[in-house]
T-cell receptor
Framework: GAGVSQSPSNKVTEKGKDVELRCDPI?????LYWYRQRLGQGLEFLIY????????KSGLPSDRFSAERTGESVSTLTIQRTQQEDSAVYLC?????????FGSGTRLTVV | AQSVTQLGSHVSVSEGALVLLRCNYS??????LFWYVQYPNQGLQLLLK??????LVKGINGFEAEFKKSETSFHLTKPSAHMSDAAEYFC????????????FGAGTILRVKS
């Protein structure tokens, strides 16, 4: 597609439930990133995929967080046993060379 | 490790006044530098980037930034603020090309007063 697409745009879930967030990158972009933006805070790096290389998972905050990417296409970020502190906007971005193109994000609210 | 410091979490200017948003970085290698803007309830949009070459970089909406290696700075400026510039601005640094991860500053919220 023309841009990075994320779904759902909004998700409200009960504490303890699992959630899946989806990202469709720009076709041909080899790199894909997930960031988290908590209210009033900057962007927190979560995970980075580059082609067929092993992903950089150094930003995942706990083992409740995981992500997958199939080839150079769709990525899914999964949060298990959600906690209230997981409430944030989850941003996906893709890139080919310099800089990123961001999606509009998924606003996750854990109640 | 890379890091980015944005001085001032909030900046307020009058319409028509100069906009100056400060960004300092640390990087062990020549950096690639970026400014992104985030309008309310929207995703981040690339304003401008410095990779190599000319140190004064022009971006969209009349913004520009100058890479000063000696000062490890990449401040964002606009000669005359417009109400539509009100947004949050993020400075970011990357240590390489081809999709190396960006490290972002904490952001600066720009308010434009009429």
């Amino acid at each position: 597609g023309a841009g990075v697409s994320q779904s759902p745009s909004n998700k409200v879930t009960e504490k303890g439930k699992d959630v899946e967030l989806r990202c469709d990158p720009i076709s041909g972009h080899t790199a894909l990133y997930w960031y988290r933006q908590r209210l009033g805070q900057g962007l927190e790096f979560l995970i980075y995929f580059q082609g067929n290389s092993a992903p950089d998972k150094s930003g995942l905050p706990s083992d409740r967080f995981s992500a997958e990417r199939t080839g150079e296409s769709v990525s899914t970020l999964t949060i298990q046993r959600t906690q209230q502190e997981d409430s944030a906007v989850y941003l996906c971005a893709s890139s080919l060379l310099y800089g990123y193109t961001f999606g509009s994000g998924t606003r996750l609210t854990v109640v | 490790a890379q890091s980015v410091t944005q001085l001032g979490s909030h900046v307020s200017v009058s319409e028509g006044a100069l906009v100056l948003l400060r960004c300092n970085y640390s990087s062990s290698v020549p950096p690639y530098l970026f400014w992104y803007v985030q309008y309310p309830n929207q995703g981040l949009q690339l304003l401008l980037k410095y990779t190599t070459g000319a140190t004064l970089v022009k971006g969209i909406n009349g913004f520009e930034a100058e890479f000063k290696k000696s000062e490890t700075s990449f401040h964002l400026t606009k000669p005359s603020a417009h109400m539509s510039d009100a947004a949050e601005y993020f400075c970011a640094v990357s240590e390489g090309e081809y999709g190396n991860k960006l490290v972002f500053g904490a952001g600066t919220i720009l308010r434009v007063k009429s």
